[in-house]
């Protein structure tokens, strides 16, 4: 039968983690780029299925699109990492230091991927600056403005509000990670991994690689928003938040309730076969 039982997928998460965490410098570069690069044209694939039909709601469904390629491709996306990772440390499978290195590089990484793509998709929206008439280019300078100086004009508050759905966010997207574990098949990863980032994107929750790409583009197109809006009223607390929705309501209560039971050399052979069968793809976003 293709699915995966909790207890196997929580082996599979300790076993991504573990891998993921040992992938060499080259390897997390290119695919965490091009994971920021696919966020950045996914977020651009929904504004334009709003604009369009009207209906917000199109666009969250078009989204998690971007989401399954990064899943099904095995590339490097931090706010999966920061679910995934921390169960192999917990695991004691992968040392801290590893940890760091790979969200650091990760991080980065998606960040200049999604700059990337933003230069790109301003240059073929405006013809490099000669044309402003998409009718995306308002919505995209609109969405900018609310996840930035929107929040600031709340203060601390608006921050706080920046923080908590950051954590609502990661906690729907870490779990369409995990959900793609519990399937073997293609089209059992793309439905699973599908329906919680559906859920984040269409209650307007804040992921801080969409934020890496939407808010330099609405500054690109002409939003009157600055560097130190986007990071203090949005990247740093979003990417907190997306910390610690992660850690917590992902990582740490799967492991606690399926994981920590099963140190390494408790595994039975049983375990160890099922957990050698299901792995499909130990790369995973």
Known sequence: MDYKRPAEVVALMIQSGT??????TTDLFVRGTLSGMLLGIGTTLAVTGSVQTGIPLIGALLFPICF???VLMGLELVT???ALLPVAYFH????MPLLLRNLTIVYGANLLGALIYAFL???SVTSFGQTHTSPLIPAII???EAKTTGYGQLGGAGIATAFIKGILCNWMVTMGVVLALTSSSTIGKILAAWIPVFMFFAQGFEHAVVNMFVIPEGILLGAPVSIADWWLYNQIPVTAGNIAGALLFTAAALYITYGRKKQP????ASDTEATERVIPEPHIA
């Open 19 to 24: 891998d993921k965490g040992r992938l060499n």
């Open 68 to 70: 399954v390629v990064v």
């Open 80 to 82: 999966g990492s920061f």
């Open 92 to 95: 004691k499978t992968l040392p």
């Open 121 to 123: 998709f301003w240059a």
């Open 142 to 144: 609109k969405i900018a």
């Open 265 to 268: 050399a408790q595994l039975t």
